[in-house]
C-alpha cells in the first residue's frame, strides 16, 4: 500500500518537475531586424544565458575611424533578460506568429530565434504581430538597439563634434525617462568619458552623469 510519505514524495517530484518545465530558458537568443532606409537599415543580438550579449550593427553609409559594422558587447542587465525571458515563455513558443491582417505598412522585419523545450528551436519572422508579449520583446530589444546607437552617436560626437553632444544626450535623457531608453549601462563607458573630459560642456557632463546614475536603477 503506497504510504502518505511516498505520495508526498511523489507530489514533490511532479511539482519540481512542472517548475522545471514552466521555467524552460528561451537563451540562447537570437534577433535581428531589417528595415531599408533607416540609419543603421540591420542589425542583430545575440544573448547568451549568463547575459553576455552581441550587438552587430549594419550602418547604411560608412562611420568615421573605421567603425562601420563594429560588433558591441555587454552584458544585458539581469532585469532585462528576466523580462526576455517571461515575455517569451508568455508568447506560446511565439506563436501565433505574423498577423493575419493584410494591407499593413512595412514597420521593419523581425526574426526572433531561440531554443525552445527539449531543445526544439522556436522562430518567428514578422512585420506585425497579434502576439502581444512577442510583439513586447522584440520592442524592448529594438529600445536596445536605440540606446546602443544612440551610445555610437555619442562616442563620434566626442571625438569629432563635441558642441553636437547637448542635442543627444537631451534625446537620449527623454528617451530614458519614457522607458525607451532600457539598457543604459551597456553605454557606459561612453557616458564616463564624457563626465571625465573637462572639455565637454558642463551641462553635458551633467545629463551623462544623471544617465549613469539612471543605469544603476534599470
Not at 131 to 156: C, F, H, M, Q, W
Not at 166 to 184: F, G, H, N, S, T
Request: with cysteine; net charge neutral; hydrophobic share 40%.
Amino acid at each position: 500500500m503506497p504510504t502518505l510519505r511516498s505520495y508526498a514524495a511523489a507530489f514533490c517530484l511532479l511539482f519540481a518537475f512542472l517548475s522545471a518545465s514552466a521555467e524552460t530558458p528561451v537563451y540562447p537568443l537570437f534577433m535581428e531586424y531589417d528595415r531599408p532606409g533607416l540609419n543603421v537599415p540591420h542589425w542583430s543580438f545575440d544573448i547568451q544565458p549568463d547575459g553576455q550579449t552581441e550587438f552587430k550593427p549594419t550602418y547604411a553609409s560608412p562611420q568615421p575611424n573605421g567603425a562601420d559594422n563594429a560588433v558591441v558587447r555587454f552584458t544585458m542587465s539581469t532585469s532585462g533578460m528576466q523580462k526576455l525571458q517571461k515575455l517569451l515563455l508568455d508568447s506560446k513558443g511565439m506563436q501565433p506568429c505574423e498577423t493575419k491582417t493584410k494591407g499593413l505598412a512595412r514597420m521593419g522585419m523581425k526574426t526572433l530565434q531561440y531554443a525552445g523545450a527539449n531543445g526544439a528551436p522556436a522562430k518567428c519572422s514578422f512585420n506585425y504581430t497579434d502576439n502581444k508579449p512577442l510583439a513586447a520583446a522584440a520592442e524592448y530589444l529594438t529600445a536596445v538597439s536605440y540606446t546602443l546607437e544612440e551610445g555610437a552617436t555619442i562616442d563620434r560626437l566626442h571625438r569629432y563634434d563635441r558642441l553636437g553632444l547637448d542635442a543627444v544626450l537631451i534625446r537620449l535623457a527623454a528617451a530614458a525617462k519614457e522607458a525607451k531608453a532600457p539598457e543604459l549601462a551597456s553605454i557606459r563607458s561612453s557616458l564616463q568619458a564624457l563626465v571625465s573630459d573637462d572639455q565637454v560642456l558642463e551641462r553635458v557632463r551633467i545629463k551623462a552623469s544623471q544617465l549613469l546614475a539612471l543605469s544603476d536603477q534599470q
